[in-house]
């Protein structure tokens, strides 16, 4: 059965679906087989929808009606055709059983659940910023594919205001939370920018990596990689494209070159010890150092934090940094839940307004079109020879008013209790979404009678 939903939110997110089945629809991701399927079963005059798809999530935006068989059919379809292909398992999935991992919203429920997307309070990291360039590739794609247009168009501007609102008027982007993020913050202690300063990193594996590239993008010029294999070092000084190679024996060797050095590195023994560091204070007389040591085991011999004008942190201290870091984004995340809360009640207001104006639009035209239907009416027999006096057809015009409420009144049809608005009231009385607007066609008892169909925008 199709529902009555205008936006009905398809998720598949990490937290509530297994890998094997995500890895599916990320594979197929924007193919052309995929948009060939979406579109079968669901012609573009009918709805309108956007794919979100990421490393955590394959989720679909649907604006108009559609049934959650039909849903978990294109996603069956969608995984069939990947087994094919990869020949793998999960051979006997039906589209009932699928379901069970597909999470429904509708309507202003969906409202939110975009909203919280966009903003990033339901990414694996909250707070991470790539998720709104992701969801405005998604929609931009949907409209170029002819997938989206006036339906979904204001849905997601909105959502795209929203979640500026909250990277602007929040904390929830500002205080990083992985150990990358937290070794800037920890060194931000001793130098107020690391612009002009020589940064060493020891190491080349993935949290070098990160490492380098929040280094990289906190505007730092020089850094150098320096790694046991000098060929790993190379490659990730390639990968990051602003960064030099070095081996590690040459630069424990000129540690004293260098104002920070981060250890990044694998292996049990200790890498950088006092003996690399027996003229480090003569040479840097006056000078300030930073060494962060990120590695367990430590790679860095804790006996070099003695050395004067040299600060030594390691993972413990960034683990606090870490934490607080983490409470201020649930922190912002609480005042992020109130800006959307907030966004979703204007939504509300903003569409109940319009459907009041356009009823009250409508009122002025079936009023409009009363007094014009009674006057031309007079007009021709008072030409034809009758008497027509202006109160004729001011009386005339006032029982064509009044009749369907008393109609209402006869038959004793009792206010719809759903009924909220001036809007929704006219409406009622009037039958304006309903009836021909044209007063000669509008008098018939079986569908005055009828109940008004509740506002689409009202909480459930």
């Not at 997601?156 to 990083?176: D, H, P, Q, S």
């Not at 790993?232 to 004293?256: F, N, V």
């Not at 001036?422 to 044209?438: A, T, Y």
Request: hydrophobic share 45%; charged share 25%.
């Amino acid at each position: 059965m199709v529902n009555s939903h205008f936006f009905t939110y398809c998720a598949v997110h990490y937290k509530s679906c297994p890998v094997e089945l995500r890895e599916a629809w990320a594979t197929i991701g924007t193919s052309q087989k995929m948009n060939d399927v979406w579109k079968e079963l669901f012609p573009f005059e009918q709805i309108e929808f956007v794919i979100i798809s990421t490393c955590n999530r394959y989720d679909v935006c649907f604006f108009g009606s559609v049934s959650v068989q039909q849903i978990s059919q294109v996603y069956l379809k969608l995984y069939s055709d990947y087994l094919i292909e990869k020949k793998e398992f999960f051979k006997n999935l039906s589209s009932n059983y699928l379901a069970n991992y597909l999470q429904f919203f509708y309507d202003l429920d969906a409202l939110r659940h975009l909203f919280k997307v966009t903003a990033s309070l339901n990414s694996l990291v909250v707070g991470e910023p790539q998720i709104l360039g992701q969801v405005k590739e998604a929609y931009l794609l949907a409209v170029e594919l002819g997938f989206a247009n006036n339906l979904a168009g204001p849905i997601f501007n909105r959502c795209f205001r929203v979640a500026k609102k909250v990277r602007t008027e929040t904390e929830i982007g500002r205080n990083g939370i992985s150990i990358g993020h937290a070794a800037i913050d920890i060194i931000a202690r001793v130098f107020d920018n690391i612009i002009d300063k020589k940064i060493l990193i020891i190491g080349a594996g993935e949290m070098a990596r990160i490492t380098a590239q929040h280094l990289l993008f906190s505007k730092a010029k020089y850094v150098f990689i320096a790694n046991r294999t000098f060929v790993h070092a190379e490659k990730l000084a390639l990968d990051l494209g602003q960064a030099w190679p070095l081996e590690l024996e040459s630069a424990l060797e000129k540690i004293d070159e260098y104002d920070i050095c981060i250890a990044a590195a694998g292996g049990s023994q200790f890498l950088l010890e006092k003996k690399h560091l027996k003229k480090y204070s003569k040479k840097r007389y006056g000078k300030l150092s930073v060494m962060v040591d990120i590695s367990v085991p430590r790679k860095i011999d804790p006996s070099i934090s003695e050395i004067e004008n040299l600060f030594l942190f390691n993972v413990d201290d960034l683990d606090s940094v870490m934490e607080k870091n983490r409470e201020s984004r649930l922190l912002a995340a609480s005042h992020a839940e109130k800006i959307i809360e907030n966004e979703v009640q204007d939504y509300i207001f903003t569409e109940i307004q319009k459907q009041n104006l356009a009823n009250v639009g409508k009122f002025h035209i079936w009023v409009k079109n009363v007094v014009d239907y009674e006057v031309n009416r007079y007009f021709k027999e008072l030409n034809n020879g009758k008497k027509v006096t202006p109160k004729i057809i001011s009386d005339a015009i006032a029982k064509k008013m009044v009749s369907i409420p008393a109609l209402l009144a006869k038959n004793n049809i009792k206010i719809d209790s759903e009924i909220e608005t001036v809007g929704d009231l006219l409406n009622f009385l009037f039958k304006l979404s309903e009836q021909p607007l044209l007063p000669g066609n509008f008098i018939k008892e079986e569908n005055i009678l009828k109940f008004p169909v509740k506002n689409k925008y009202q909480e459930k």
